[in-house]
């Protein structure tokens, strides 16, 4: 039985030498057709036909050409839009959640609308309707029960529409029998009894990707994943008669190419989507999509507008044109929105689940439009990269643009990019009210194993006159996912829609798991003020975390969280429980505003160390929420001088690495006060330490990287402990100064094998070393920091392993331990071999053992699973598997049957080196681990020291400072109080 289906690619890299002005910018209809109103009546119960229970992957997404240039586009390093702290501002708890479906089909395709008195909600390929009480009111039922053109369709991708200015309701999908749009508009404005016109529009033999639905003043806007090498020349947005299609009449469609558009392969423009009573103009409706710089073709990042203008009396002078370019120079940030070079394997689950699509190169649907009084508005987002210089970290990106008159320019009025912490935020749905205020629904992921999230649906917000670029409410859960994706396949879609009722109030609809169940789940949750007098507290502005004094200035900020302005009320704060503060905020606050507010009263914050307790709350009377009025906040008083290194950067673990290494170290300051001319330290093994002076301003609780001036030597093959230290003067906490790192130098490197299928090592035991749910990555992984120890004198040995996939026996594990340490895993040195792997997804355990005069002390260990079934070598360790893992750790032989004696006086290896200005190290490289003395005589055979010694982990080492005594020799002893080592060293 064959496992796997392979698809072969063949990839280039087109480069357009062509300038702008050389491009198409303009272009007429591509195609033109009309169609004709089947009507269809009420959704009587029968009619009703239940949907498939079938599990079923449903239109897997085109690709065309991967068009991503390696190590192109901006930035290179952090997002310089990123909010990468979470707003202050108490969400509210959703108003309702429900689950709208539950399906087996990858993906679900999530898709909802609200109305003044229902819900209208669609998935592959099936949809329900819901009172706005969570009544479901029509059952579950295929798509095909609509009727009509809809007779016996169900190939999918459903989109919904509400469209508020004709009080009417729209169902799409997509037919391949021919290739058609098939579109159901409801003919009032009750979906269940009203009856449905509906349409089928063919697209000329070419299935519409991915089709995503708007309104505009003259039609129904379709945008499409097609044609993604000829996009400039052939139909990707499709415009439908909307006024004929609200009365059943014959309707005209018309079809247009994007010219000027770069592609990445999959792509996804939109179209802009009126939300609100008031449609715009018929004419220049936009068309937008983001261009990444990392994409060929694109020189920087930008946001692409198109303008389309329909004649319905002569659909061939009908035009598309390139609008605008907004840019760097318009307030659009550089972004990186390509992840793993455009493939839909991306972000990693917990329990080693496959990585889930972060839906890239996409404007995720709605793009919302909304005219306002001075104004018109429409927000947008899509997922970006938030630092492509580390591990991918999804975060959303989204914009605020403004048009000041129909017709007009648009303009960047703000953008953000929502990443909070190191969670990964995706499939975001984005939307704006009545009042301006912004609501974004997404889905966070983490596979963190002390803090795993599976994908869970959550929101955010902000209020209309927040500062720009900035979610200022506090997230707030949706719904917490229970299990994890099965498939890389996700949503794949969100959508978020507006309740024209109140034109406030947000209806949210994304995909999360229950054990094998996809469930669609809404969540309706409201920003805007709702309440007349409601007062509260946000945020304690000052202090802060620093070296705090006895006079301490309180300040916070207040919002308005009501409808009416507030004049004229009490603001109190306690510290530690201790008498309330209370003094009057003099002045208005009007509706949904902010204002800082700072006490007269100064607060005693002066001991070093403590924890306080601050409690700030509003005292309005008749205030109508009083769960928002309070905050309590803890700030701690930081000890002035307390700095530390909090990573070591650079090296990593390499192939052939050099004699002239960068060190690149995080520094951290965790004291109170800014700090400069910091002394910092590293040193190799137990080589003497090399000292430098970081003399930048490291403030208040922020992290600097510092690139030592001078280079390590890591040539010769094997295994490096680097350790690096900060040696500030008065230093409050020595136990945060220092950070230890293993790296390796190795011959070879495996990387680029393939285990999108499973293959490889998913859990790995071996003594104390545990790790779960193995990241696929590029096949190899570098683990040399974990480490376990192996008592040579115990002779066998057990190490189990997991993998996610075993089939026909050619799943198998093979290991090694570089006993000679030349970094060179050599075939005397492989103790398991071609061990086959027989169940996936369970425990098998393997013997194994090593020579009983295996060197003593650290040696590299490597692990390598696969399908030999396929190309690579298995038994090979620098041999790229087509489908496997190699990861590499560390183990530690001991031996227990040594006697000290005998293990001093016949294993141990004393060094005296010298490190200048008669500052010493006495090493004793050993894995021996029992506590030693040391002691110092001078040639009389006085003693000058005798200290305890403790083994760091590659042996003992003691700093010796003998630069106040007299010049002549010593001698150092190293061992028990019986027997020891001793060595003699000059003082010059």
Request: hydrophobic share 35%.
């Given at each position: 039985?064959?496992?796997?289906?392979?698809?072969?690619?063949?990839?280039?890299?087109?480069?357009?030498?062509?300038s702008?002005?050389q491009k198409?910018?303009?272009a007429?209809?591509?195609?033109?057709?009309?169609?004709?109103a089947?009507?269809?009546?009420?959704?009587?119960?029968?009619?009703l036909?239940p949907?498939?229970?079938?599990?079923?992957?449903?239109?897997p997404?085109?690709?065309?050409?991967?068009?991503?240039?390696?190590?192109?586009?901006?930035?290179?390093?952090?997002?310089?839009?990123?909010?990468?702290?979470m707003?202050?501002i108490?969400?509210?708890?959703?108003?309702i959640t429900?689950d709208a479906?539950i399906?087996?089909?990858?993906?679900?395709?999530?898709?909802?609308?609200?109305?003044?008195?229902?819900?209208?909600?669609?998935?592959?390929?099936a949809f329900?309707i819901?009172?706005?009480?969570?009544?479901?009111?029509v059952?579950?039922?295929?798509?095909a029960?609509?009727?009509?053109?809809?007779?016996?369709?169900v190939?999918?991708?459903p989109?919904?529409?509400?469209?508020?200015?004709?009080?009417?309701?729209?169902?799409?999908?997509?037919?391949?029998?021919?290739e058609?749009?098939?579109?159901?508009?409801?003919?009032?404005?009750?979906?269940?009894?009203?009856g449905?016109y509906?349409?089928?529009?063919?697209?000329?033999?070419?299935?519409?990707?991915?089709?995503?639905?708007?309104?505009?003043?003259?039609?129904y806007?379709?945008t499409?994943?097609?044609?993604?090498?000829?996009?400039d020349?052939?139909?990707?947005?499709?415009?439908v008669?909307?006024?004929?299609?609200?009365?059943?009449?014959?309707a005209?469609?018309l079809?247009?190419?994007?010219?000027?558009?770069?592609?990445?392969g999959?792509?996804?423009?939109?179209?802009?989507?009126?939300?609100g009573?008031e449609?715009?103009?018929?004419?220049?409706?936009?068309?937008?999509?983001?261009?990444?710089?990392?994409?060929?073709?694109?020189?920087?990042?930008?946001?692409?507008?198109?303008?389309?203008?329909?004649?319905?009396?002569?659909?061939?002078?009908?035009t598309?044109s390139?609008?605008?370019?907004?840019?760097?120079?318009?307030?659009?940030?550089?972004?990186i929105?390509?992840?793993?070079?455009?493939?839909?394997?991306?972000?990693?689950?917990?329990?080693?689940?496959?990585?889930?699509?972060?839906?890239?190169?996409?404007?995720?649907y709605?793009?919302?439009?909304?005219?306002?009084?001075?104004?018109?508005s429409?927000?947008?987002?899509?997922?970006?990269?938030?630092?492509?210089s580390?591990?991918?970290?999804a975060?959303?990106?989204?914009?605020?643009l403004?048009?000041q008159n129909?017709?007009?320019?648009w303009?960047?009025y703000?953008?953000?990019?929502?990443?909070?912490d190191?969670?990964?935020?995706?499939s975001?749905?984005?939307?704006i009210?009545?009042?301006?205020?912004?609501?974004?629904?997404?889905?966070?992921?983490?596979?963190?194993?002390?803090?795993?999230?599976?994908?869970?649906?959550r929101?955010?917000?902000?209020?209309?006159?927040d500062?720009p670029?900035?979610?200022?409410?506090?997230e707030?859960?949706?719904?917490?996912g229970?299990?994890?994706?099965?498939?890389?396949?996700?949503?794949?879609?969100?959508?978020l829609?507006?309740?024209?009722?109140d034109?406030?109030?947000?209806?949210?609809n994304?995909?999360?798991f229950?054990?094998i169940?996809?469930v669609?789940?809404?969540g309706?949750?409201r920003?805007a003020?709702?309440?007349?007098?409601d007062?509260g507290?946000?945020?304690?502005?000052?202090?802060?975390n620093a070296?705090l004094?006895?006079?301490?200035?309180?300040?916070?900020?207040?919002?308005?969280?009501?409808?009416?302005?507030i004049?004229?009320?009490?603001?109190?704060?306690?510290?530690?429980?201790?008498?309330?503060?209370?003094?009057?905020?003099?002045?208005?606050?009007?509706?949904s505003s902010?204002?800082?507010?700072?006490?007269e009263?100064?607060?005693?914050?002066?001991?070093?160390?403590?924890?306080?307790?601050?409690?700030?709350?509003t005292?309005?009377?008749?205030?109508?929420?009083?769960?928002?009025?309070t905050?309590?906040?803890?700030?701690?008083?930081?000890p002035?001088?307390?700095?530390?290194?909090?990573?070591i950067?650079?090296?990593?673990?390499?192939?052939?690495?050099?004699?002239n290494?960068?060190?690149t170290?995080t520094?951290?300051?965790?004291?109170?006060?800014?700090?400069?001319?910091i002394?910092?330290?590293?040193?190799?093994?137990?080589?003497?330490?090399?000292?430098?002076?970081?003399?930048?301003?490291?403030?208040?609780?922020?992290?600097?990287v510092?690139t030592?001036?001078?280079?390590?030597?890591?040539?010769?093959?094997g295994?490096y402990?680097i350790t690096?230290?900060?040696?500030?003067?008065?230093d409050?906490?020595?136990?945060?100064?220092?950070?230890?790192?293993?790296?390796?130098?190795?011959?070879?490197?495996?990387?680029?094998?393939?285990?999108?299928?499973?293959?490889?090592?998913?859990?790995?035991?071996?003594?104390?070393?545990?790790?779960?749910r193995?990241?696929?990555g590029?096949?190899?992984?570098d683990?040399?920091?974990e480490?376990?120890?192996?008592?040579?004198?115990?002779?066998?040995?057990?190490?189990?392993?997991?993998?996610y996939?075993?089939?026909?026996?050619a799943?198998?594990?093979?290991?090694?331990?570089?006993?000679?340490?030349?970094?060179?895993?050599?075939?005397d040195?492989?103790?398991?071999?071609s061990?086959?792997?027989?169940?996936?997804?369970?425990?098998q355990?393997?013997?194994?053992?090593?020579?009983?005069?295996?060197p003593?002390?650290?040696?590299?260990?490597?692990?390598?699973?696969?399908?030999t079934?396929?190309?690579?070598d298995?038994n090979?360790p620098c041999?790229?598997?087509?489908y496997?893992?190699t990861?590499?750790?560390?183990?530690?032989?001991?031996?227990?049957?040594?006697?000290?004696?005998?293990?001093i006086?016949?294993?141990?290896?004393?060094k005296?080196v010298?490190?200048g200005?008669n500052?010493?190290?006495?090493?004793?490289?050993?894995?021996?681990?029992?506590?030693?003395?040391?002691?110092?005589?001078?040639?009389?055979?006085?003693?000058?020291l005798?200290?305890?010694?403790?083994?760091?982990?590659?042996?003992y080492?003691?700093?010796?400072?003998?630069?106040?005594?007299?010049?002549?020799?010593?001698?150092?002893?190293?061992?028990?109080?019986?027997?020891?080592k001793?060595?003699?060293?000059?003082?010059?």
């Amino acid at each position: 039985m064959m496992k796997k289906l392979l698809f072969l690619f063949a990839f280039s890299i087109l480069f357009h030498l062509n300038s702008f002005s050389q491009k198409l910018e303009k272009a007429g209809p591509v195609y033109i057709d009309s169609a004709q109103a089947v009507i269809s009546g009420s959704l009587s119960k029968s009619k009703l036909v239940p949907p498939s229970t079938e599990f079923k992957i449903y239109n897997p997404r085109n690709r065309g050409i991967n068009n991503v240039v390696p190590g192109k586009g901006l930035p290179k390093t952090v997002d310089p839009a990123l909010q990468s702290k979470m707003g202050d501002i108490k969400a509210k708890t959703p108003i309702i959640t429900f689950d709208a479906a539950i399906s087996r089909s990858t993906p679900t395709d999530p898709t909802g609308v609200v109305g003044p008195n229902h819900y209208l909600n669609a998935w592959n390929s099936a949809f329900s309707i819901w009172d706005k009480n969570k009544n479901q009111i029509v059952p579950p039922s295929s798509l095909a029960s609509i009727g009509g053109e809809f007779q016996g369709e169900v190939l999918g991708d459903p989109i919904v529409v509400y469209d508020e200015a004709a009080d009417r309701y729209i169902i799409s999908q997509f037919s391949d029998s021919p290739e058609s749009f098939l579109i159901a508009v409801s003919q009032g404005p009750d979906p269940v009894n009203d009856g449905w016109y509906t349409y089928r529009f063919t697209t000329n033999g070419i299935l519409p990707d991915y089709p995503k639905m708007s309104v505009w003043g003259d039609g129904y806007y379709i945008t499409t994943n097609k044609n993604s090498r000829t996009a400039d020349e052939n139909p990707v947005v499709y415009v439908v008669e909307r006024d004929k299609m609200l009365t059943g009449k014959t309707a005209g469609i018309l079809a247009f190419p994007l010219p000027g558009i770069e592609t990445n392969g999959f792509y996804s423009p939109a179209g802009f989507q009126t939300v609100g009573p008031e449609l715009p103009p018929p004419g220049n409706s936009p068309i937008v999509y983001l261009q990444d710089d990392a994409w060929a073709g694109v020189s920087e990042d930008h946001l692409k507008i198109w303008l389309i203008n329909v004649d319905w009396n002569d659909l061939s002078v009908s035009t598309i044109s390139e609008s605008q370019e907004l840019s760097s120079a318009n307030g659009v940030s550089p972004f990186i929105a390509t992840f793993d070079g455009g493939s839909f394997s991306n972000l990693s689950q917990p329990d080693g689940a496959p990585d889930v699509d972060a839906l890239q190169a996409t404007m995720m649907y709605m793009t919302q439009y909304r005219r306002f009084a001075s104004y018109n508005s429409v927000v947008m987002n899509f997922v970006v990269d938030v630092d492509p210089s580390a591990a991918e970290h999804a975060g959303i990106r989204w914009y605020e643009l403004r048009q000041q008159n129909d017709g007009g320019l648009w303009s960047v009025y703000q953008e953000g990019t929502y990443a909070p912490d190191k969670r990964d935020r995706f499939s975001g749905s984005i939307g704006i009210d009545a009042r301006g205020n912004i609501g974004l629904g997404y889905t966070v992921l983490d596979n963190s194993p002390a803090d795993p999230v599976y994908p869970s649906l959550r929101y955010t917000g902000r209020f209309v006159n927040d500062p720009p670029g900035i979610m200022t409410l506090e997230e707030q859960s949706i719904f917490e996912g229970e299990s994890p994706n099965p498939n890389s396949r996700y949503g794949d879609y969100a959508h978020l829609s507006v309740d024209p009722s109140d034109g406030v109030t947000f209806w949210h609809n994304g995909e999360v798991f229950q054990g094998i169940d996809r469930v669609n789940t809404v969540g309706v949750f409201r920003i805007a003020a709702d309440r007349p007098n409601d007062i509260g507290v946000t945020s304690l502005l000052t202090p802060q975390n620093a070296t705090l004094t006895a006079s301490e200035v309180i300040s916070v900020s207040i919002r308005n969280f009501g409808t009416n302005a507030i004049s004229d009320f009490e603001v109190s704060y306690s510290v530690n429980e201790g008498p309330e503060i209370t003094e009057m905020f003099e002045g208005t606050l009007a509706s949904s505003s902010a204002a800082e507010y700072t006490f007269e009263e100064t607060a005693d914050l002066s001991e070093i160390g403590e924890i306080y307790n601050i409690v700030v709350s509003t005292n309005l009377e008749n205030d109508s929420n009083p769960d928002n009025d309070t905050i309590e906040e803890e700030v701690k008083n930081l000890p002035p001088r307390d700095v530390g290194v909090t990573s070591i950067d650079a090296p990593t673990t390499g192939q052939s690495l050099g004699g002239n290494e960068e060190v690149t170290v995080t520094l951290e300051n965790f004291g109170g006060q800014s700090q400069q001319d910091i002394p910092v330290s590293y040193q190799i093994g137990n080589n003497a330490p090399v000292n430098e002076i970081f003399n930048q301003v490291l403030p208040v609780g922020e992290e600097a990287v510092y690139t030592f001036n001078q280079s390590a030597n890591l040539e010769p093959f094997g295994r490096y402990r680097i350790t690096s230290r900060t040696m500030l003067e008065d230093d409050f906490d020595p136990s945060n100064d220092s950070d230890i790192k293993s790296v390796a130098n190795i011959s070879c490197i495996p990387e680029g094998s393939d285990c999108s299928f499973g293959d490889g090592i998913s859990y790995f035991e071996l003594g104390d070393i545990l790790n779960e749910r193995i990241p696929c990555g590029d096949g190899y992984i570098d683990f040399i920091g974990e480490s376990t120890d192996l008592d040579r004198s115990q002779g066998d040995f057990t190490v189990s392993v997991q993998s996610y996939f075993a089939e026909d026996d050619a799943e198998k594990f093979s290991m090694w331990i570089d006993l000679n340490d030349n970094g060179v895993f050599e075939d005397d040195e492989r103790v398991i071999t071609s061990e086959v792997i027989t169940e996936e997804n369970t425990w098998q355990s393997f013997g194994f053992s090593i020579p009983e005069d295996a060197p003593l002390g650290q040696h590299l260990l490597r692990i390598r699973a696969g399908d030999t079934n396929y190309d690579g070598d298995l038994n090979d360790p620098c041999s790229v598997m087509q489908y496997g893992t190699t990861h590499d750790y560390s183990v530690n032989v001991t031996d227990s049957t040594i006697d000290i004696e005998d293990f001093i006086l016949n294993e141990a290896d004393l060094k005296v080196v010298t490190a200048g200005g008669n500052q010493y190290r006495v090493i004793m490289e050993t894995s021996f681990d029992e506590p030693l003395r040391i002691t110092v005589h001078n040639i009389l055979g006085q003693k000058m020291l005798e200290n305890q010694l403790f083994n760091d982990g590659d042996g003992y080492v003691y700093e010796l400072d003998m630069s106040y005594a007299a010049r002549g020799v010593y001698l150092v002893r190293v061992g028990t109080r019986k027997v020891g080592k001793v060595m003699r060293f000059i003082v010059k």
